[in-house]
């Protein structure tokens, strides 16, 4: 029997949905059966973002709401929302994260004429103040890296790069490790503890720094894990 | 004509050739052609360190000497030391370093029960403090992320991985992405400037927290690159 049978579905929020990053993930992972809503402050942009992915998949179960409609109803939810603003919007959001697997993708960038940097957060990283924020959430930092052209784009898979997954909380990871399959094909990297999302968030930095000089989309990929 | 004849040879210096990392690294570069001095607080254990190297490749050109000898002769310094002591022993060699490239390998890390995490480094990075340090240093961040024992093995080139080179100096950045051939037989990835070693030097934690996971030593690779 295919592995590919044995794959569990969940119900996914994608706050900060109409963005380039949480659109790109929301293509993914409708595409590979699991429901997804489209949370943003606007329901009628979520929805209009949901209807994009729909008219590329018309089988996928995807919808827009409003964010805390969205976060409600779901059981992961993925934060793939600037740094700007990212405190207040967890805090109004944190009764509906509450004992549920929440995924950070948020990368604290700065840009400067030397380009771009991570920028000093004030508890680490942005998945470790997401957690500080929300009663019982199981924060996992993942997905930090993958360009939202190429999630956007006519790749199969992104199987040249790996998602690292970072997290407290062993089967909230899990839930990362295998939602990277309708990324990049294969389980994400378990990177440790929560905190290495203060390395994980910064390195989104090197991957634009690498590619303005080299007019590409990089992407990281670890070598060395067994079984590949 | 194969390209390896065009390729520069240097007088290199490695800091703290005594220890794994450098160690490892002089080990690539003899085998390359590089003139490599192994620097040491004491000429007697650099000189040990060099025998070993000498033993496994009976052409090379390696010696060892007091740090400080070892620097004044190189056209090419390169620190492989801990990051403890890292800002005295700089100042102490800083004269022997003015207008030299200088290549920073060090990896400010702590570890405790939630394993490795990158420290807190006053100057930002190890390298931009090296660079504050030494007057008309041509300092660049690299070759942080190899591991030590891959570096001592058997493999012919560490082609699953790449060298990620930062630097605000061109010429000297050319100079270490050039050197990563002896270890990864490919350029090194030019990651950008010098404060980019924010993020090369703590992504050793990552990597030391995947080896940790799955037993292994793991290595980053960075997909995008043209002509690879």
Redesign the interface.
């Given at each position: 029997m295919a592995r590919e049978a044995w794959v569990t579905t969940y119900r996914i929020a994608v706050i900060g949905g109409t963005g380039p990053q949480g659109k790109g993930l929301a293509y993914r992972w409708a595409k590979h059966g699991h429901e997804v809503v489209l949370g943003s402050r606007s329901a009628d942009r979520a929805e209009a973002a949901a209807d994009e992915i729909a008219d590329r998949l018309p089988d996928a179960t995807v919808s827009g709401a409003e964010n805390a409609e969205a976060a409600a109803g779901a059981e992961v939810v993925v934060l793939a929302v600037p740094y700007d603003g990212h405190d207040d919007l967890v805090r109004s959001l944190a009764a509906h994260l509450a004992g549920k697997v929440v995924i950070s993708c948020v990368n604290p960038l700065g840009f400067d004429k030397?380009?771009p940097?991570?920028l000093d957060v004030p508890g680490g990283s942005a998945a470790e103040t997401a957690a500080a924020l929300v009663p019982d959430g199981r924060l996992v930092g993942a997905f930090h890296h993958v360009s939202a052209v190429t999630l956007w784009g006519e790749e199969e898979y992104l199987d040249?790069?790996d998602v690292?997954v970072c997290g407290d909380d062993a089967d909230a990871k899990a839930v990362a490790v295998e939602l990277a399959h309708a990324v990049t094909s294969r389980d994400g990297?378990?990177?440790?503890?929560l905190?290495?999302a203060?390395?994980?968030e910064?390195?989104t930095?090197?991957?634009i720094?690498?590619?303005?000089?080299?007019?590409?989309?990089?992407?990281?990929?670890?070598?060395?894990?067994?079984g590949r």
């Open positions: 030397q380009g940097y991570g040249h790069e690292l990297v378990d990177a440790g503890r905190r290495i203060r390395q994980l910064p390195w930095a090197v991957l720094s690498i590619n303005k000089r080299y007019k590409t989309r990089s992407g990281t990929a670890i070598s060395g894990i067994p």
